[in-house]
């Protein structure tokens, strides 16, 4: 090759090389979020000046701490057009690099103000053109469900002797006098830092008295159900004679925790009914669906790298079904209104009813579980995770359970301090407490005068129905909560969580509706009741296309083209679960009477039984696994129905394991000690109402007796 078109071809090369530096080197120009500081330059805090020189001297000799310190801050930001706002670097890098001094990981907002774009673009479109200005996909439009594009959350590892005051001015400054192609077209940034999004390492090692509590209370249940499940194992085989003396108080106290005892009860079930065999089933794959729906909620409250995808599927057919999962809550309240009716009617055949003692006992049955696993929310759970989100998607909880477990055992806790209630999900458990003590009374009024009683659970479903629909048009909402963003980052602070979903006056309903149904197996009970073929497969397919009506036809409140219309949100808002009630009682009611064979097997399937029983325990420690995974995100993950799904999975079967040992550390062993404690065991047999004596046990206590067994006849969740 000649020697002048080696240099000719050397020229070039550098040319291109020269060009390229030009155009592409200064890349940090053409970055949408400019990148941030090395630490802190400026700061009237001493401390934290000392701290950000030495560390920035020691990053320019090229020490190791100081560089895992840079390294674990982000660096650029990634993936905005396509909705990922969580640009993390690395949390336990920043956390355990060994610096001489204590460091800290700190997320700060970062907010670009664009300008508006020219031209008149649709606002609800997710269609962008490729070949128009970016800009038009970074401005913040007045659509809910598309996520800001302007609003980033960046992490930087800094001296933890920097307080938020510190890092929120050297930042702005900072960005102030940061100047780039976007600065050039007026674009301005600015910083925000929040103390729950700064953390250090200290704080994940403290332990405190009601930390040291919790686990000596748990070691102590522990060793008590081992202890008894060892006497009773090592208890000789009784003969008649035996069983027939009676045994001391002190030692069915004992007994009430062998966990061999509880476990065998477990799969008993209730067989005076067999109309009633199929609320296993549906209990349980109510729970079941309960559990897949906050999975895929608390998986979006956290980092996700693919938004944009949400945002399509909040315009599709799936979002009615994804994100209506309180329709299914809706069929708990049914349930329970049946039963309590159908429990409460067939007990006063026989016996007295007092109203006042029959509610304690039923906060003494729900009370003992839940107050462990509040106290659980309040102390360990804090300590079982950490990650950038850890304080506000899981940690807000726990504090919030600190300062609020009260409102809980008193079960006010969707009315008093609801932005700050401990354990969202557990709204509810008040729902269901509030809606039982009237069920007793109705239940009064309709055993003694049939007509009356019936008239008034009418007159109170009708006013069930009203209440919503004035809610709605007074306050100008929309017919069902959105699982927007703004809702599944904040839900305890959302308006419509806080006026229409967690309310006892606004979801009644469905429990009024179950009311009916009690009363309709009451009377169809010890009947030879069979539903035609023709009228079975009517009831079930008008049931069913009434709950895909008020499933489907929510699409219209996702689609952000459709005009408000107050009266059409308020008829929804009021209708639809009185329209699901309705058919999920007319598919219970096929099912127990009518050729619905194929269903009745598989909501009585056998299995049902044991996992029915443990519904309670798996709703109240479910939302734990699942608000720890969220907290737990160390990177922003991309979200797919199938990977959600599988975690779903994951969150079922773990939390019917935790359930287990619920079940045997504290609900079933409380269950007899306080049934011991105030209705003794007598020695005379019970007699009915017409030749009453001193031994008999009244509506309540009987009710409670046949519910010691968790029969099918537990109206709780």
Not at 147 to 156: A, F, H, L
Not at 212 to 227: E, H, K, N
Not at 245 to 251: A, E, Q, T
Not at 491 to 511: E, S
Request: glycine content about 4%; some cysteine; proline content about 4%.
């Amino acid at each position: 090759m000649p020697k002048m078109f080696q240099l000719s071809l050397l020229g070039w090369l550098v040319f291109l090389c020269w060009c390229s530096v030009g155009v592409f080197g200064k890349n940090e120009a053409l970055q949408i979020f400019p990148p941030l500081p090395v630490t802190v330059s400026k700061s009237t805090n001493t401390v934290c000046r000392d701290h950000s020189d030495l560390y920035m001297d020691n990053l320019r000799n090229f020490t190791l701490w100081a560089h895992e310190m840079w390294d674990a801050t982000s660096k650029s930001s990634a993936g905005i057009l396509r909705g990922n706002v969580f640009q993390m670097g690395h949390f336990d890098q920043c956390l355990s690099a060994n610096a001489p001094f204590p460091t800290q990981y700190c997320l700060a907002t970062l907010t670009a103000s664009i300008p508006k774009p020219k031209g008149n673009r649709d606002p609800f479109s997710l269609y962008y053109d490729p070949y128009q200005s970016v800009f038009q996909r970074l401005y913040k439009y007045d659509d809910k469900s598309q996520q800001s594009r302007n609003v980033i959350n960046v992490g930087w590892c800094v001296p933890s002797s920097c307080s938020i005051l510190d890092l929120e001015e050297n930042l702005n400054e900072y960005l102030a006098k940061t100047e780039n192609k976007f600065t050039q077209r007026n674009v301005t940034y600015k910083a925000k830092f929040n103390e729950a999004l700064c953390h250090t390492k200290a704080e994940s090692q403290y332990f405190d008295v009601a930390d040291i509590c919790f686990c000596l209370l748990v070691f102590l249940l522990a060793v008590l159900v081992i202890s008894a499940t060892i006497c009773d194992y090592s208890k000789t085989v009784e003969t008649k004679k035996d069983k027939l003396l009676k045994k001391p108080r002190s030692s069915k106290f004992i007994m009430a925790f062998s966990a061999r005892g509880n476990f065998l009860e477990l799969n008993r079930a209730d067989e005076s009914n067999p109309a009633l065999s199929i609320l296993y089933g549906m209990r349980t794959i109510c729970i079941f669906a309960i559990i897949i729906d906050h999975r895929f909620g608390t998986f979006i409250s956290s980092a996700v790298l693919n938004f944009d995808f949400l945002e399509y599927q909040y315009r599709s057919s799936m979002a009615c079904f994804l994100f209506h999962g309180d329709l299914f809550v809706d069929s708990f309240f049914i349930l329970s209104g049946l039963l309590v009716v159908y429990s409460l009617l067939n007990q006063m055949e026989r016996y007295h009813l007092r109203p006042g003692f029959i509610i304690i006992l039923r906060y003494i049955r729900l009370t003992p579980v839940y107050a462990l696993v509040i106290f659980y929310y309040a102390t360990i759970f804090n300590h079982t995770g950490e990650g950038p989100l850890w304080k506000i998607v899981a940690g807000a909880d726990s504090n919030d359970c600190r300062q609020n477990w009260w409102t809980n055992l008193l079960y006010i806790n969707n009315y008093v301090n609801e932005d700050h209630t401990c354990m969202t999900h557990a709204w509810y458990l008040p729902c269901d407490f509030h809606y039982f003590i009237i069920a007793i009374f109705l239940v009064i009024a309709i055993k003694r005068n049939k007509k009356f009683g019936l008239g008034v659970l009418f007159s109170l479903l009708v006013l069930s129905l009203a209440i919503p629909f004035a809610i709605i048009m007074m306050y100008q909402r929309p017919g069902l909560m959105h699982f927007y963003p703004e809702f599944l980052t904040g839900p305890k602070v959302y308006i419509d969580f806080q006026l229409t979903y967690n309310k006892t006056h606004t979801r009644a309903t469905p429990y009024f509706v179950g009311m009916f149904a009690g009363y309709l197996y009451y009377q169809l009970k010890e009947s030879n009741k069979h539903v035609c073929r023709i009228k079975s497969f009517t009831i079930i397919f008008a049931s069913i296309l009434i709950m895909l009506i008020c499933v489907f036809s929510a699409k219209v409140f996702y689609d952000p083209y459709h005009p408000y219309n107050a009266i059409e949100a308020a008829s929804y808002a009021s209708f639809h679960r009185l329209g699901w009630g309705i058919g999920t009682v007319g598919i219970l009611y096929t099912a127990s009477f009518g050729h619905a064979t194929f269903m009745k097997k598989i909501l009585s399937w056998r299995p049902w039984i044991p996992l029915s029983k443990l519904v309670y325990g798996a709703y109240l420690c479910h939302m734990s696994f699942q608000l720890r995974s969220a907290g737990r995100f160390m990177s922003p993950r991309q979200i797919t129905y199938f990977d959600v799904l599988s975690l779903a999975l994951s969150d079922i079967i773990l939390s019917f394991i935790t359930a287990v040992v619920l079940y045997l550390l504290v609900e079933a062993p409380f269950r007899k000690v306080f049934r011991e404690i105030m209705m003794p065991s007598k020695n005379t047999q019970m007699k009915p109402k017409n030749n009453v004596t001193h031994n008999n046990p009244s509506a309540e206590e009987n009710m409670i007796i046949t519910n010691n067994n968790n029969n099918v006849q537990d109206s709780r969740l």
